[in-house]
């Protein structure tokens, strides 16, 4: 399967614990993009990265949240001392090209559940 | 910042007949509509998008219009088949400044064909 890929698919926590996701691109997509969706909701925006530059965060990444795409091909988010209100899918999606209108393709997510 | 809206937010049909999700978005520099399909538990798929210098756009049984005056845009699916039922998104980019493509999401529309 040549698509974007995400580890884990589920991951329940104790509140206060730090978790870590991992996105692996389509390969040579330059773009990468974070999301969050919950229940009954549409994705909504977190944070892009053009190659391994962050470019841009949304107000809905707090200082617990971080991002991180080191060689320009996968990507973490930590979020550190999680709270109830961190659960939620949270999908990653990448592109290819110079501008942003190119068809963004989208992982199976990874579900957090905060106990 | 952009700001989309989707109706209706459930949508039951009979196989066979259409179905019609219509948005509207906010913010007139909108320049590319993409809509996706997401099954329960799934990734969200990409099934059509259109840009900002086109008015429609037909793939099979799928067609997306584009009316930029009234900035709202409509995914109309023919002959629904029960395999069409899950729930639709549409999104919205803004075009240029610091937007990077990131995705403005509707609420969903939960479409149930019946056989």
């Known amino acids: 399967d040549t698509g974007v890929s995400q580890d884990p698919r589920h991951k329940i926590t104790k509140r206060g614990q730090n978790v870590t996701f991992r996105c692996d691109p389509i390969s040579e997509h330059n773009r990468l993009y974070w999301y969050r969706q919950t229940l009954g909701q549409g994705p909504e925006f977190l944070t892009y990265f053009q190659n391994e530059a962050q470019l841009e965060k949304s107000r809905l990444l707090s200082d617990r949240f971080s991002a991180e795409r080191p060689k320009g091909s996968f990507s973490t988010l930590e979020i550190q001392r999680t709270e109830q209100g961190d659960s939620a899918m949270y999908l990653c999606a990448s592109s290819f090209g110079a501008g942003g209108d190119q068809p963004q393709h989208f992982g199976d997510g990874t579900r957090l559940s905060i106990l | 910042g952009e700001n989309v809206e989707q109706h209706p937010s459930t949508l039951s049909v009979q196989e066979g007949d259409s179905a019609v999700i219509k948005c509207t978005y906010s913010d007139s520099a909108s320049n590319y509509f993409p809509w996706y399909k997401q099954e329960l538990g799934k990734r969200p798929q990409l099934i059509i998008d259109?840009?900002?210098?086109?008015g429609e756009k037909k793939d099979q049984r799928i067609a997306v219009t584009l009316n930029k005056t009234a900035k709202h845009f409509s995914l109309h699916i023919t002959e629904t088949q029960p395999e069409d039922s899950a729930v639709y998104f549409c999104?919205?980019?803004?075009?240029?400044?610091?937007?990077?493509?990131?995705?403005?999401f509707g609420q969903g529309t939960i479409l149930t064909v019946h056989p």
């Open positions: 999104a919205a980019r803004l075009a240029g400044g610091t937007s990077y493509g990131k995705l403005t």
């Open positions: 259109i840009r900002s210098n086109v």
